[in-house]
């Protein structure tokens, strides 16, 4: 009998990457613990799902709550294979569980934000500290992105080779290999998970440039304002008849408001699972958002970065093209 499955999405890179990995009765069998992440139309496509609404925000209430009430608020996490993102840490704690990458090299990406800084200065702590903080946190806090050692298997779309994931067993998965030899019932229930139409590709392939929006508003880099502005700059350059706009899922403005002439994709998907499926454009439009090489190296990218907003660019992830480019040779072995 096969064990119970436990999906922690937190982004909806994730999900797909889990949908795409696991069989059509796996996916109707897992229970799914939603966050705001992941859209309530989406949601609500799956069986077995738990929406993680967590009123508390202090982290000693939350290692309280966990250490007393964990075993029988979450107890269907015990004797089951946890898959997903490892920052529910209060929930997570006690339980081992194999990581779903949250993008393509999301190590060497992780490597350039705070939240990595936080991680090495713990583990130059010493001994003792250490081990009063796994008691009162668990194994999981200050130790994201598999670098817990509850963490037993990694899933990446590429090879990562990271001193702080040896031990751990890795799985490399061809993401477009999975769809192609997936079952027609198990392509068409991912379609239908993201509301996706035969009429809704024949739509997007009818656009030559698409412009990948970011959440930089969301993530108060900038003012909602001052991103509509960004956008209606960049948005100058092209004809809007060759328009398609794709927000990014965690970008929540209404763009069909302020561009009525140009089409906008009013999907939630991952950009990379659209290229999976055989979308090309001539011209990917972004900012900064690296998903504009889902589309290969073939395809003509404008890259606007620094120069749209002088402070649009903050924390992790990646600063220029080059850049960019650079990460998707190395995830294709290229040199």
């Known amino acids: 009998m096969e064990r119970k499955r436990v999906c922690f999405p937190g982004s909806l890179y994730v999900l797909t990457f889990y949908l795409l990995m696991s069989s059509e009765d796996q996916i109707l069998n897992t229970l799914y613990y939603f966050d705001k992440n992941i859209p309530e139309s989406i949601r609500n496509k799956f069986p077995k799902v738990r929406y993680l609404n967590e009123p508390i925000s202090n982290r000693w209430l939350l290692a309280i709550k966990s250490k007393l009430t964990s075993w029988f608020i979450y107890k269907e996490l015990f004797g089951a294979d ?8 209060d929930i997570l704690r ?3 569980m194999s990581y779903i990458e949250d993008a393509p090299l999301i190590f060497d990406i992780w490597e350039t934000c705070p939240m990595y800084n936080a ?26 992105v598999a670098t817990s050692n509850m963490v037993s298997d990694v899933y990446t779309s590429s090879l990562a080779d990271k001193d702080y994931l040896q031990g751990k067993k890795q799985h490399i998965i061809d993401l477009s290999k999975e769809w192609t030899r997936s079952s027609l019932e198990k392509k068409q229930l991912i379609l239908s998970i993201f509301d996706i139409s035969p009429d ?8 030559k440039i698409v ?4 959440a930089f508003s969301a993530d108060h880099f900038v003012t909602e304002e001052e991103q509509v502005d960004i956008y209606r700059k960049i948005l100058s350059n092209y004809n809007p008849n060759d328009v398609i706009i794709k927000p990014h899922p965690r970008d929540k403005i209404d763009y069909k408001k302020f561009f009525p002439t140009i089409t906008c994709f009013d999907k939630v998907v991952a950009m990379q699972f659209l290229a999976i499926l055989g979308i090309k454009f001539e011209r990917v439009v972004t900012v900064s958002s690296s998903s504009a090489l889902s589309f290969g190296l073939g395809v003509q990218i404008d890259w606007y ?4 907003h002088p402070g ?6 990646i ?6 480019k650079k990460n998707y040779m190395k995830a294709h072995g290229k040199k």
């Open 94 to 96: 006690g339980h081992k």
């Open 82 to 89: 946890i898959y997903g993102l490892d920052f529910k840490w």
């Open 319 to 324: 600063r220029t093209l080059e850049d960019a």
């Open 200 to 207: 809704l590709l024949e739509k997007m392939k009818a656009k």
């Open 305 to 308: 970065g620094y120069k749209v």
């Open 119 to 144: 991680y090495v200065r713990l583990e130059h702590e010493n001994l003792l500290k250490k081990h009063i903080r796994r008691f009162i946190f668990g194994g999981y806090y200050g130790y994201p």
């Open 312 to 317: 649009i660019l903050k924390g992790e992830g």
């Open 211 to 214: 412009l990948l929006t970011q």
